[in-house]
């Protein structure tokens, strides 16, 4: 597990997240988020009350479950966790993003992503590990990270906004690892495998919401449309820089719902 130490933003977030769903001190909650929170879960309607009912519904069906944060990214106002939640033992789990906007020291607004983890995957990696060199999931490289959010930045706009495959070349690092369960690892594996995907959705739309980034990692939060007019997937894609060559890469999508608990989409 990876360790949050302090009582900043990254800490209080995760300190929320036990609260309400592995029946922890719920006052947390009362203490930590605002009133007026701002709730983007489909399923859960705003405020601190509907997050601890929903947390303590979630427990009861699964009163088994367990978190394991593998990267917290906090920058500004924002802080992202990227977490493994197995519901149920001997399942290979959920792959979860929960980003946290913070206003006053406290937890103003909040958007997630879960999807299923596949019993297997196109590139042979795991959701959630780091293979590329340091093997931590802790953001080093602080000094960067006006750099990296540039690159980051303009890698998805080249490769996912404009559909730009000559994008992998230019920033993509010769050790690259993938992550996305149905992409190939490697420079080669991620070209094919987006290539495919942009002659299947040739009217594909990418756009990105929110960038969030500490050190040598990058998060990046999307709306996806493979076709217009469908309601399309929330994604949030996580790619680490080292020596300004993006070297490895992590996601999550979940499909965007006919309906909603709020009114606020889940962008």
């Known amino acids: 597990m990876l360790t949050v130490e302090g009582t900043g933003k990254a800490q209080i977030a995760v300190q929320v997240l036990r609260a309400a769903f592995e029946g922890g001190d719920t006052s947390v909650i009362d203490r930590f988020v605002r009133p007026d929170y701002i709730q983007h879960n489909p399923l859960a309607p705003d405020g601190p009350e509907a997050m601890k009912a929903f947390g303590a ?19 500004g106002d924002l802080v992202l966790l ?24 406290k937890i103003a607004e909040h958007w997630d992503i879960l999807q299923e983890v596949p019993a297997t995957t196109a590139n042979g990696n795991d959701m959630f590990s780091t293979l590329s060199r340091p093997p931590t999931g802790a953001p080093g490289q602080r000094w960067f990270t006006a750099y990296n959010k540039k690159l980051v930045t303009a890698f998805v706009d080249q490769l996912l906004v404009r559909k730009d495959l000559a994008a992998i070349d230019i920033y993509a690092g010769p050790e690259y690892r993938e992550h996305s369960p149905n992409i190939p690892d490697g420079v080669a594996g991620v070209k094919a495998g987006l290539g495919a995907y942009f002659e299947q959705f040739p009217q594909l739309s990418v756009a990105p919401k929110r960038v969030i980034a500490e050190g040598d990692l990058v998060a990046v939060h999307s709306h996806y449309l493979d076709t217009p007019g469908e309601r399309g997937r929330a994604v949030i894609d996580v790619f680490r820089v080292r020596n300004g060559k993006i070297v490895e890469h992590w996601d999550a999508s979940q499909d965007v719902p006919a309906t909603s608990a709020n009114d606020n989409t889940m962008f």
């Open 57 to 75: 519904a979630w427990l009861q069906r699964f009163p088994d479950a367990t978190y394991e944060e593998r990267r917290v990214i906090s920058e």
């Open 82 to 105: 990227h977490s493994s939640g197995v519901l149920t033992p001997g399942t290979p789990g959920l792959a979860v993003f929960d980003m946290f906007r913070f206003q006053d020291g």
